[in-house]
């Protein structure tokens, strides 16, 4: 797996947009970023992932630098239930394994 | 979407008792299943690979006769922690994924208590 890298901890005020940050310099060509969340005392949940293009869903964005070193995952309007650990992953090509490292605990305040 | 159960939520348990945990796959077929354990304010560690019809791969540390894992059918994943004792206490998570390159689906945990 490329090595992530996410800063520990962030703070975003309510109904703001939350911009978490992740640098994967040593990502392959062909290997995916992935975003998951984990709310406390609960299984990661799948948040996006992409490969190089920008990647939209209900959730979230995911914006990824052209050299494919860095990503950010973007809460157009950050809600209290937002409040987890973010983890950024990119696995070996094809590997299905998830290797979590220590995310970023994003706590939004009111 | 995908969707991934785990049974039970929640046990607490003598020491010395085995306990199984069981993942499944909903509406879709894994032939490969992973097994995560966290510890309190800690991230998820990988224990072992699930796979369907052969024998678990472990993460260099994980006791494979300490945690027993069955993989019988393409939706069904069951983690047996034999003989717990309280340093067996903690979150454990199951995942699955059908598709290479697509993301795996994680259950909801079993936090497991040992006294």
């Known amino acids: 797996d490329a090595k992530t890298t996410q800063p520990p901890s962030m703070d975003c005020a309510e109904g703001r947009a939350a911009n978490l940050p992740c640098n994967h310099s040593t990502i392959s060509g062909n290997e995916y970023v992935y975003w998951y969340r984990q709310i406390h005392s609960q299984g990661p949940q799948y948040i996006i992932h992409?490969?190089?293009n920008n990647e939209t869903n209900e959730m979230a964005s995911l914006i990824i630098t052209e050299d494919r070193k860095s990503s950010t995952l973007i809460l157009p309007h950050a809600t209290l239930r937002d409040t987890a650990v973010y983890y950024c992953?990119?696995?070996?090509?094809?590997?299905?394994?998830?290797?979590f490292g220590t995310g970023t605990k994003l706590q939004v305040i009111p | 979407g995908a969707v991934v159960s785990q049974h039970p939520s929640w046990v607490i348990c003598k020491s010395g008792t085995s306990v199984k945990i069981e993942c499944r796959s909903l509406?879709?077929?894994?032939?490969?299943m992973f097994w995560y354990r966290q510890f309190p304010k800690q991230s998820l560690m990988l224990m072992a690979t699930?796979?369907?019809?052969?024998?678990?791969?472990?993460e260099q540390g994980v006791e494979k006769d300490k945690f027993l894992i069955n993989h019988a059918s393409l939706t069904l994943s069951t983690l047996t922690v034999t003989s717990a004792h309280p340093e067996d206490s903690s979150f454990y998570i199951c995942?699955?994924?059908?598709?290479?390159?697509?993301?795996?689906?994680f259950g909801d945990g079993t936090r497991l208590s040992i006294l």
């Open positions: 509406d879709f077929q894994a032939t490969t």
């Open positions: 699930s796979n369907e019809g052969s024998k678990a791969t472990y």
């Open positions: 992409g490969l190089k």
């Open positions: 992953i990119a696995p070996s090509e094809g590997y299905q394994k998830v290797t």
């Open positions: 995942s699955a994924g059908g598709v290479v390159n697509q993301p795996q689906h």
